[in-house]
């Protein structure tokens, strides 16, 4: 029997992998079972200096990701046709140990007990869940994608909903990509950084903003959103907090989710994040 802690692209493929396998899973999702339509409105974002992305849901981030169709795909997979037990409203607050090995996790008062527990709480909670146990994080060095989205009224295009990601101009160093954002309407834009992040963001800006113009949206309307940031990772990270098979230094205790890479990987992550979770599932099942 296994227990699964969150059920976003680590949990849910997990969940789904082990259940397939015929072993007996529960997974405890602190989010609601919601509509995929209404994802949006289960952002949880952190507010920094970059504002930090997810959603709280079942599927987690994977709700509100652009290019994959990973939620659908294995929720359905998971509940229509294989067994595993989904609780959604119950945040995990703690993992129970004894003599160094998992017994179970525990929501409030209540108490689930099994002797395998796989953290997937994400790049952002999974550490929490890690410190409280005195277990080694690398919380200092999280990672996010950094963007911005710029906009501009071009009188008549009626383009004004929620677009697809999934174009992309690749440059050296940064990409742009088709992104329609209500904040464009209702923040203001945020000045000041002088890393090199910034300078690629202001670069890929001033290339949108020519984009835009050429387009023929009219330059005296651009408007930018807050330094955002997507794909949070590696706060804990394999051959720190864990070892190559994603086992931390509680017997039993594994972790699969974006806090196991070891690197931004440059890329949208969830694919990678799946093979890891296939990964840390057939060790579990051997
Ligand atoms: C707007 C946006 C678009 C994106 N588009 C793409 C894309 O096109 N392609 C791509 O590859 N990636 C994309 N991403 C990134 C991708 O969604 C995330 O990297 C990925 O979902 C992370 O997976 P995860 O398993 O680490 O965490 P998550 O998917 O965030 O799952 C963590 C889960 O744990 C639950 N949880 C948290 N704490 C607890 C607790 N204490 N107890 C129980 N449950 C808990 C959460 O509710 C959540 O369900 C996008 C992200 C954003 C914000």
Redesign the pocket.
């Known amino acids: 029997m296994v227990i699964v ?7 849910a493929t997990v969940a789904k992998e082990l259940a397939a396998k015929d072993v007996t899973v529960t997974l ?4 609601p079972w919601i509509e995929e339509k209404d994802a949006f409105k289960h952002y949880s974002n952190i507010d920094s200096e970059v504002k930090v ?2 959603t ?2 079942l ?4 709700t ?5 169709g990973v939620l659908s795909a294995l929720l359905r997979m998971l509940t229509e046709r294989k067994g595993a037990k989904i609780i959604t409203g119950m ?2 607050d703690e993992v129970v140990v004894k003599s160094g090995e998992v017994k179970g996790v525990k929501s409030g008062d209540r108490m689930f007990s099994d002797d395998i527990v796989v953290l ?4 952002l ?1 999974t550490p929490r869940l890690l410190k409280k146990l005195g277990l080694p994080t690398t919380s200092n060095f999280l990672f996010v994608d950094t963007f911005i989205t710029i906009g501009g009224f071009l009188e008549g295009i009626g383009f004004n909903k929620e677009v697809t ?1 999934n174009a992309a101009i690749k440059f050296k160093d940064f990409l742009l990509s088709p992104h329609f954002s209500s904040h464009l309407v209702d923040e203001k834009i945020v000045k000041g950084v002088t890393n090199r992040d910034a300078v690629l963001l202001s670069e890929g800006a001033s290339i949108a903003g020519s984009i835009l113009e050429e387009a023929g949206a009219n330059p005296s309307t651009f408007v930018s959103t807050s330094l955002r940031g ?2 949070p990772g590696g706060t804990a990270r394999i051959g720190v907090s864990l070892g190559n098979n994603l086992e931390t230094g509680v017997s039993g205790l594994y972790v699969a ?2 806090s196991v890479l070891p690197a931004a990987p440059g890329a ?4 990678t ?1 799946v093979a890891l979770a296939k990964y840390v599932s057939r060790i579990i099942a051997r």
């Open positions: 802690v969150g059920s976003g692209a680590g949990g405890i999702e602190k989010g992305m997810r709280f849901c599927g987690g981030t994977t509100v990701s652009a290019g994959n945040p995990v997937s709480a994400g790049a909670e990601m997507a794909h989710d974006a949208p992550p969830i694919l994040i």
